[in-house]
């Protein structure tokens, strides 16, 4: 006969389903009211030859079970962190929770690196095949040195966050809850409207695009579009990649359209006039203050089961819910809920990308260049024109290939 699951477990479950029945009402209540073009189907084949296809397919596939290895490899070392007391970590956490402020700071710098080093093996399998098909541009030294700065950022941010992790734990008892909400809105507000000046020129140089030809035709579309555009950057991707790919990122002083150096030079007149179209469009959708309203709408009840989870698995283990030992149930907790609520989260993203494909046409009104600038970007990047449907449906950020190529085509179409 069956064991009837604890109370605890079950308020888990209830709360668990109502944080993803909530992160789909966000997505509801968050995701564009512009009409989006609705893509006609069309084959692979029709855009890309075999060879274009098998050489996609080589690498992504192999990528792709990379990716999910180093997925398990994360979720195995924080379930084992959060589970497993060998006498070694049950000394050290019995030490941090001496002092817990300050033992939460070095509990949470010591599981950021450890998560880190422990993707490492395959991280660098996986640039070592980019490199190998002409993806990366960047040997194993440079790489190296790129990790070693996410380790130091990854540990103060790990430190800082553990530190009032705990301070919170303590202070608030069983209405942790709340104050983590405040603390999970309020910080990713700041890290959007800080990343673009503080984090980003670490890894890469940032410099205004200068005038000239580019400049002009970016200012002229903003003008069309009536979008107030900010500052435009040229970011040096080539030294890491030979992607294309352009961003908007930024919060009010820091707002900016970032493009990459590859993208610059790689496309023609037509495809860069596209790419510009659809950041412009983020912009004049105000995409990034629509994904800051998803997080505060999910946060409440995402970081209750966050809380309910770490005091059950701590209890299970012997540890105060409130002191650094806590930690590593905490972090795992915090990954569980992050996927389940990321999972809608994607829904929303491939919703505002396909409004800002939909902007980018309606403004150049050059269908033919969008579809060119699709394809070129899929062969550039060596991107699976049309991925599995359930890894789409669970990681996809974007429309795939062919679904935007598909838009691309009826509204050519639907002008002609």
């Known amino acids: 006969m069956l064991a009837k699951p604890s109370r605890s477990v079950v308020r888990i479950g209830v709360v668990a389903v109502a944080a993803i029945v909530v992160a789909e009402g966000a997505v509801w209540l968050t995701r564009p009211r512009a009409e989006t073009i609705e893509p006609v189907a069309v084959p692979e084949r029709a855009y890309f030859n075999e060879g274009e296809l098998q050489r996609a397919s080589d690498f992504r596939d192999t990528q792709r079970l990379i990716g999910l290895g180093a997925l398990a490899v994360e979720g195995g070392v924080l379930i084992a962190l959060a589970l497993w007391r060998p006498a070694p970590l049950r000394r050290v956490l019995d030490a941090a929770s001496r002092r817990p402020i300050l033992g939460g700071a070095a509990v949470g710098a010591g599981i950021s690196l450890t998560l880190l080093v422990a993707g490492l093996p395959l991280g660098t399998v996986a640039n070592e095949r980019a490199r190998d098909f002409g993806l990366s541009t960047q040997t194993l030294g440079p790489w190296l040195g790129d990790q070693a700065r996410a380790a130091a950022i990854g540990a103060v941010l790990g430190a800082f966050s553990g530190a009032l992790a705990v301070a919170l734990l303590r202070w608030l008892g069983n209405r942790f809850w709340i104050g983590g909400t405040v603390l999970v809105i309020a910080a990713t507000a700041v890290f959007t409207w800080l990343a673009p000046v503080v984090l980003a020129p670490v890894f890469n140089r940032f410099e205004p695009l200068p005038s000239g030809r580019v400049r002009s035709e970016v200012l002229e579309l903003g003008r069309r579009a009536g979008v107030t555009i900010g500052q435009v ?134 269908p033919r260049a969008f579809v060119h600038l699709q394809r070129r970007l899929a062969v550039s990047n060596l991107s699976d024109p049309e991925p599995p449907a359930a890894l789409q449906a669970i990681l996809g950020t974007h429309p795939t290939t062919m679904e935007r190529i598909g838009a691309g085509i009826a509204y050519e179409r639907s002008i002609r």
């Open 233 to 366: 950057y040229r970011v040096d991707a080539s030294r890491r990649s030979n992607a294309i790919n352009a961003y908007v990122d930024g919060l009010g002083s820091t707002k900016r359209v970032v493009l990459y150096d590859n993208t610059i030079r790689e496309l023609t007149r037509a495809e860069l006039r596209s790419v510009v179209a659809h950041e412009l469009g983020h912009v004049e959708g105000d995409d990034i203050p629509r994904g800051l309203l998803f997080v505060a709408l999910v946060a409440p009840l995402s970081v209750l089961f966050a809380q309910l989870s770490t005091g059950a698995l701590a209890r299970r283990s012997g540890d105060d819910p409130r002191s650094p030992a806590a930690l590593p149930a905490l972090a795992l907790s915090v990954a569980v809920v992050a996927f389940l609520v990321g999972v809608p989260g994607n829904q929303l993203s491939r919703a505002i990308e396909a409004r800002a494909d939909t902007f980018a046409l309606e403004l150049t009104h050059d």
